[in-house]
């Protein structure tokens, strides 16, 4: 039996594998363009059965790191969610300054605040999926 949810890094998006409501198997990952997860249940067995580099589980914490880089490095945008980026760029910008490894304080602040982004995206996309107006607006680098 799968424990549901699972978290993966299936070549390199974020995935995650969920129970439907028949008691079968789902997954979802994550859009660049669109920063949303969406619907991919074929790659399932991939991911609970292949045994590729690229096929990684990874714990909560790990996943909800890896989707806020993505997100991070691939949309671009106004708002509170590109303000708290602008802020981990200005950690990452002083360390290399300063030719400094990251403190320890550092790297919990941008775990911290990367938890915090990954809330509002999810917030956001449950108030659209709602019907509600976006309450901003962002491109992708691969928007053409």
């Known amino acids: 039996m799968v424990q549901t949810p699972s978290y993966f890094e299936y070549y390199d998006h ?8 028949d008691g079968g198997l ?16 074929d790659h399932v067995p991939d991911v ?3 045994h590729e580099a690229e096929i990684v589980k990874l714990t909560w914490e790990r ?3 890896r989707t806020e880089e993505e997100r991070h490095n691939y949309l671009r945008g106004d708002g509170p969610i590109f303000a708290l980026y602008q802020t981990i760029d200005a950690i990452w910008a002083a360390t290399e300054e300063e030719h400094r490894k990251i403190t320890k304080e550092e790297r919990a602040l941008i775990e911290s605040l990367y938890r915090r982004t990954f809330k509002m ?5 449950a108030r659209r ?3 509600e107006a976006p309450t901003f607006t962002f491109t992708s680098v691969f928007a053409k």
């Open 14 to 21: 974020t995935y995650v594998v969920d129970s439907t409501p």
């Open 26 to 41: 789902t997954g979802r990952i994550l859009n660049w363009q669109t920063g949303a997860f969406e619907e991919k249940p």
């Open 48 to 50: 609970l059965l292949g």
């Open 63 to 65: 996943f909800v790191r």
């Open 121 to 125: 995206w999810e917030d956001e996309f």
């Open 129 to 131: 999926d709602a019907g």
